[in-house]
């Protein structure tokens, strides 16, 4: 927890990085869709397509939370990734596929995306200008 903001903005700054996530996830869920009703693609791809879709969402919602907060790039990567992965397990609980391997590496991938977003969230610079 950082030191110059309390709790609740830090859990605030979670929620809202984490609907980011989601918010991410959901438009590249539509985009995949998209293509696929328009290139014709068989429901093998789904799997893959919606894995994509959620790692995408969880590296960007990771990156742009480290980006903000500038410390311990990999924790905060693995919290905020948490926030979609956290549904994927429970929904693979709820469907009885929770011990799949596949099921299983999804989650770890989610989550290893999510550290690496917080990894590059905390070495990109920021560039801020200034008029001269």
Do not use: D, Y
Not at 15 to 34: H, I, K, N, Y
Not at 86 to 104: D, F, K
């Amino acid at each position: 927890m950082s030191e110059s903001r309390g709790f609740p903005a830090e859990l605030l700054s979670f929620l809202l990085f984490g609907v980011l996530g989601v918010a991410v996830t959901a438009a590249a869920l539509a985009c995949f869709a998209q293509l696929m009703a328009g290139q014709g693609c068989s429901g093998g791809v789904v799997p893959i397509l919606a894995t994509t879709a959620v790692c995408m969402g969880s590296l960007l919602c990771a990156l742009a939370a480290t980006f903000r907060k500038k410390a311990h790039g990999l924790l905060t990567g693995l919290l905020q990734s948490t926030f979609l992965a956290v549904p994927l397990a429970l929904s693979a609980a709820w469907n009885g596929t929770a011990a799949e391997p596949a099921v299983v590496c999804r989650i770890l991938v989610v989550l290893l995306c999510g550290c690496i977003g917080g990894l590059l969230g905390v070495t990109l610079r920021s560039h801020r200008h200034t008029l001269r």
